[in-house]
C-alpha cells in the first residue's frame, strides 16, 4: 500500500492551469516500482482515466480528452507524482485521485492504493 499526501486543486478560470500533486508518504519502494496514474471523477459520472506513467517514468499515456494539455510526471527523487494541467475547460471539473497501477490495463480495477481525491472547479 501507498500513502498520499496530495495538493494542488481549487478553482480556476477556463483556460487557466493548476498543478497537481501526490507525494507519497508511506510506501516508497512501491513508488519506484510500479506504473502510476491519474484518474477523475465528475459529479455524478464514473470514474475515468486521465493519464498514466510508467515505473521508470518513462513511457506515458492520456485519454484523448486531455492529450496536448495535460502533462503527468513521476519524479523518483522526490518520491512524487504531478499533473500539469493547462487550458483547463469547465468539463475538467471534478475529483482527481492519483494511484498505483497494478495490473496491465488502464481502467480503474486495474489500480489500487488510491488518493483521498483533490478537487478541481473550473469556472467560465
Known amino acids: 500500500q501507498v500513502q498520499w499526501v496530495e495538493s494542488g486543486g481549487g478553482l480556476v478560470q477556463s483556460g487557466g492551469s493548476l498543478r497537481l500533486s501526490c507525494q507519497v508518504s508511506?510506501?516508497?519502494?512501491?513508488?519506484?516500482?510500479?506504473?502510476l496514474g491519474w484518474f477523475r471523477q465528475a459529479p455524478g459520472k464514473d470514474r475515468e482515466f486521465v493519464a498514466g506513467?510508467?515505473?521508470?517514468?518513462?513511457?506515458?499515456r492520456y485519454a484523448d480528452s486531455v492529450k496536448g494539455r495535460f502533462t503527468i510526471s513521476k519524479d523518483n527523487a522526490n518520491n512524487t507524482l504531478y499533473l500539469q494541467m493547462n487550458g483547463l475547460r469547465l468539463e475538467d471539473t471534478g475529483d482527481y485521485y492519483c494511484?498505483?497501477?497494478?495490473?496491465?490495463?488502464?481502467?480503474?480495477?486495474?489500480?489500487?492504493?488510491w488518493g483521498q481525491g483533490i478537487h478541481v472547479t473550473v469556472s467560465s
Open positions: 506513467v510508467s515505473w521508470s517514468g518513462g513511457s506515458f
Open positions: 494511484a498505483v497501477r497494478i495490473t496491465t490495463g488502464w481502467a480503474p480495477p486495474d489500480f489500487g492504493s
Open positions: 508511506g510506501g516508497i519502494k512501491i513508488f519506484k516500482d510500479y506504473g
